[in-house]
């Protein structure tokens, strides 16, 4: 049977994807969250005419040659200024960031004068407007700062509270829910025997989910039986969750009961197998009733982190409103040694960086590729891609790889 190739599953799955409703967040919740609606500066950014550095305000006719004397009138400190104005032959102290006084048009920096009481003597020739940053030199009242689409990185939290906005409009966080599926699964820590299996997907799927903006329900371990496992996605649907990430039981054997359970439950599969490795058996599709978005991982745990990476992030970032590319974000490398033909499935496998040559990487895949091997998964620095039907390739060709998270 013709699988459905990766980037079809992608786009079709992010064709569903509009974005969730607006909400208000004060600016100190809102770093990684996107932008619902512009920032509008409230303020013109410096507020005034402001010194950049610590020394005297001047006019500079009355410095344009040195050494010249000028009477020390008074100061200008950021937060206090000055009241009166600079006239011919005077000077004010000033400090950085503080208002430039009336009259004076240039700032001589206290390096290059002398004090001697209110005598203050300049070493330096003033240059106008030396030193100086202008009123809405940053951005003006009124202005767009930032457009809607756009997560919130630290720095642009100062420039939204530079522009005295303190409540920022952003789209709500993905409610992400995970289903683990299996009898053999049990907890960290919790003393498994030889025959039960640690239920490490879910910690790796939950990081992704996250850090990709979502607010992520651990709904539990459901038993392998078709009553437990229609209840499970049934309590799930109706948690009000916008999508449902379960793991497990997505294949073809007698215990893997999901895409049953699903179809049953309304959830109409617009996908099942796809053609990936690992992750062959990636099935998603939306509930009619309460248009949760579902989306069936393999159980086996790097097929599942694959399928988080390429498809449950873009999912969770779509949802949010940010541009998404309809196709894995891939990068150029280079083989650091030779590779076999593939077949049908678009392949990612778990590779290491070993140099860098002509700017990009050099990748060499790891000799393990089982989907059950979660060491070198931690141990990859990339994924090392291989197109459907990609011919053999030599050490030294350029490839694709896909960034696993730092
Ligand atoms: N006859 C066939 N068998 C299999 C096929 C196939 O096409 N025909 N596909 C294989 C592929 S590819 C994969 S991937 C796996 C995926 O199967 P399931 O999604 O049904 O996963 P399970 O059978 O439930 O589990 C597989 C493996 O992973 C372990 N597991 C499950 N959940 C977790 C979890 N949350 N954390 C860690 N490990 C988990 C589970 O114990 C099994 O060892 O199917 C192949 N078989
Ligand atoms: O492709 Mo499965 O996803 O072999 O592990």
Redesign the pocket.
């Known amino acids: 049977m013709a699988l459905m190739p990766v980037e079809e599953a992608l786009a079709l799955l992010l064709s569903t994807a509009a974005p969730l409703s607006a909400e208000p967040v004060a600016l100190a919740e809102a770093a990684g969250r996107v932008l619902a609606a512009p920032v509008i500066a409230r303020r013109t950014t410096p507020g005034a005419d402001v010194s950049a550095m610590d020394g005297y305000a001047v006019r500079a006719q009355d410095a344009s040659s040195v050494p010249t004397t000028l009477e020390l009138i008074g100061e200008s400190a950021a937060g206090r200024p000055f009241a009166g104005r600079v006239e011919p032959g005077t000077t004010v102290r000033i400090f950085t960031g503080a208002v430039l006084p009336e009259g004076a048009d240039a700032i001589i920096i206290q390096e290059d004068t002398l004090r001697d009481g209110t005598a203050i003597t300049l070493t330096e020739a003033a240059t106008q407007g030396r030193h100086i940053r202008r009123a809405g030199g940053d951005f003006a009242a009124g202005e767009t700062l930032l457009a809607p689409g756009h997560r919130l990185r630290a720095r642009d939290l100062a420039l939204v509270a530079a522009g005295d906005v303190d409540t920022v409009s952003v789209v709500s966080r993905p409610r992400v829910a995970l289903l683990s599926t299996g009898d053999e699964l049990v907890r960290p820590g919790a003393g498994a025997s030889p025959h039960q299996v640690i239920v490490s997907n879910l910690y790796s799927v939950a990081a992704l989910a996250l850090a990709a903006g979502a607010e992520v329900t651990d709904l539990g371990i459901l038993p392998d039986t078709m009553e437990a496992t229609q209840a499970g996605v049934r309590a799930a649907l109706d948690g009000g969750f916008d999508v449902l990430v379960t793991t497990g039981g997505a294949s073809v054997g007698d215990h893997d009961l999901i895409a049953p359970a699903l179809t049953a439950q309304g959830v109409a599969l617009a996908v099942h197998k796809i053609a990936?490795?690992?992750?062959?058996?990636l099935m998603f599709g939306r509930s009619a009733a309460t248009h949760t978005q579902v989306l069936g991982l393999?159980g086996?745990p790097?097929?599942a982190h694959?399928c988080a990476l390429l498809f449950l992030v873009p999912l969770i970032k779509a949802l949010q409103g940010l541009a998404v590319p309809a196709r894995p974000e891939l990068e150029l490398a280079r083989l650091a040694v030779d590779v076999k033909a593939n077949e049908q499935?678009m392949d990612f496998q778990r590779a290491e960086i070993v140099g860098h040559a002509e700017g990009v990487p050099l990748v060499r895949a790891l000799q393990v590729q089982d989907?059950?091997m979660l060491h070198n998964l931690a141990r990859a620095d990339v994924l090392l891609v291989r197109r459907p039907h990609a011919p053999a390739a030599e050490a030294g060709e350029m490839c694709e790889i896909l960034r696993l998270e730092d």
Do not use: A, T, Y
Request: glycine share 8%; charged share 20%.
């Open positions: 990936l490795r690992p992750g062959k058996p393999p086996n790097v097929s694959v499935r989907s059950s």
